[in-house]
């Protein structure tokens, strides 16, 4: 595998760059956990025991992060367009564009956001353009056009257009033309997310090139009501690089100050670096994909413009290799829980189910999982579906259908599940664990797995800020 630029200082950042982050909330933390002072210090200790040489180097630009949050505190907005709303919405989608050598596609992908939302869908959503770019003419051009397509989302304050600047003169680059284009959009995107720090519970990157999925807004609002008690940093709805990815909002003021950091690479980049910094071992990736690209590949005639690449999630049929099925729910019927791993029309059906109550699947050999679906209730209409349930994975031998060492895929979804898998061990068992009592019966419709091939040893590197990232080969820990 081709190793990137500044591949051995990135790999240092979870070490160094922590401590720095960390200290923003040092006292409210410290009261949480007595013990994070302890914990600063041995990272800082490991720290200078694994850098190698050339990353030392490096060393004063990862400290110079930690003044980057004084910038943002300075920057200077405008309001090009709308007004921002009275209350925090559920949901701000922030949305950066430049103008580039052949314009932009904003509006399309502003067009395709509102029209695959209701109104109702929109009334928790604020959607956020930060316009960038040293034109006024340009900017109020562009903010024209925007109020003209969607003035009555202006008026309802669900669309804001802002400009904004550091108001830091910065340091000239001294490297390419594309370089200097993604220290810009960097620099975009951290002005977008400062500005939207109170405006929202969570917060939703978008690139200026994309498509939105019919009632997207309703799939994101599910995931995070499910997700709302779970530790996470995190959540990806498509496989691209930069777009569909959302956070909290209480994490962006760091998030921002991140994408600061002095050095060429690119928002995705940082973005997986920052969820390693917050603890989140492996990415999070719901299917299907809520969010695609605009389908033009990079902007014709713009060699910085970054590719919309999609990596796509497992498709075609389900694998669901050879295994044992266990279940101590009261069975409903005479049909085993086997039923539900056969990928055929049969339900599994179980009585009054309780909390604790599980239904295992132990693969006769280890596998490498790439994906999972676990659908539950009844079609079409989803009666008896497993209303408080998660799925986990499993590694170590399987002793009477459990393994040794379980770990927290992700929970159910209006009684489904489909997320992919990022692990680097081959997994020997799946769990779907009930969490609440529920009456009177349950269903449980299929479990649906799907692996790599076995000569899948490693997947391909991707680059650029729209491209598909390269999966995160360690165990998704929870």
Not at 208 to 224: A, G, K, T, Y
Not at 332 to 337: I, L, Q, T, Y
Not at 464 to 470: K, T
Request: aromatic share 6%; hydrophobic share 40%.
């Amino acid at each position: 595998m081709r190793r990137r630029p500044w591949g051995c200082v990135i790999a240092a950042v979870p070490l160094v760059v922590l401590s720095f982050l960390l200290q923003e909330n040092e006292e409210e933390h410290l009261k949480e956990n007595p013990s994070l002072e302890e914990k600063k210090k041995t990272l800082w200790r490991l720290n200078q025991e694994q850098l190698g040489s050339e990353s030392r180097d490096h060393l004063a630009a990862f400290k110079n992060m930690r003044e980057a949050a004084p910038v943002l505190q300075q920057a200077t907005y405008r309001l090009l367009a709308g007004a921002p709303p009275q209350g925090r919405r559920l949901l701000a989608a922030g949305i950066a564009s430049e103008r580039g050598p052949r314009g932009t596609y904003l509006l399309d992908t502003l067009r395709s956001l509102f029209q695959a939302s209701s109104e109702a869908e929109l009334d928790h959503v604020l959607v956020l353009v930060h316009l960038s770019g040293g034109d006024p003419a340009w900017l109020g051009q562009t903010a024209a056009n925007i109020s003209g397509l969607f003035g009555r989302h202006i008026e309802a304050r669900r669309l804001l257009v802002i400009g904004g600047a550091s108001g830091h003169p910065g340091s000239p680059s001294r490297g390419s033309a594309c370089g200097a284009r993604r220290a810009g959009r960097r620099a975009s995107y951290a002005l977008l997310m400062n500005f939207a720090r109170n405006l929202s519970e969570y917060f939703l990157v978008m690139g200026d090139r994309v498509r939105c999925s019919p009632e997207f807004i309703s799939s994101v609002s599910r995931v995070l009501w499910a997700w709302r008690a779970l530790p996470w940093a995190v959540l990806e709805f498509s496989g691209l690089c930069l777009s569909g990815k959302v956070v909290r909002a209480g994490d962006l003021g760091r998030l921002a100050s991140l994408l600061l950091f002095p050095a060429d690479l690119p928002i995705p980049s940082l973005l997986s670096e920052f969820r390693l910094l917050l603890a989140q071992d492996a990415p999070i990736r719901f299917n299907p994909a809520v969010f695609h690209g605009s389908g033009r590949g990079s902007v014709a005639g713009d060699p910085c413009a970054p590719p919309e690449e999609e990596e796509e999630a497992a498709s075609g049929e389900p694998d669901n290799p050879a295994a044992t099925v266990l279940s101590d729910m009261m069975a409903a019927g005479s049909a085993p829980p086997q039923v539900a791993y056969v990928l055929n029309k049969e339900c599994y059906s179980a009585l009054s189910p309780v909390r604790g109550n599980y239904l295992a699947v132990a693969w006769d050999r280890p596998q490498r999982v790439a994906r999972v679906a676990v659908l539950t209730g009844s079609e079409p209409h989803g009666l008896h579906l497993l209303r408080q349930g998660r799925v986990e994975l499993g590694l170590g031998p399987p002793v009477a259908g459990h393994c040794g060492r379980h770990s927290l895929l992700g929970p159910l979804v209006a009684g489904r599940l489909d997320q992919a898998v990022f692990s680097e061990a081959r997994l020997s068992c799946l769990r779907l664990l009930v969490l609440a009592p529920q009456e009177p019966w349950l269903l449980v419709r299929q479990i649906r797995v799907w692996t790599w091939p076995e000569e899948a040893d490693a997947e391909p590197a991707a680059s650029g800020e729209d491209a598909g990232p390269a999966p995160t080969r360690s165990a998704a820990r929870q």
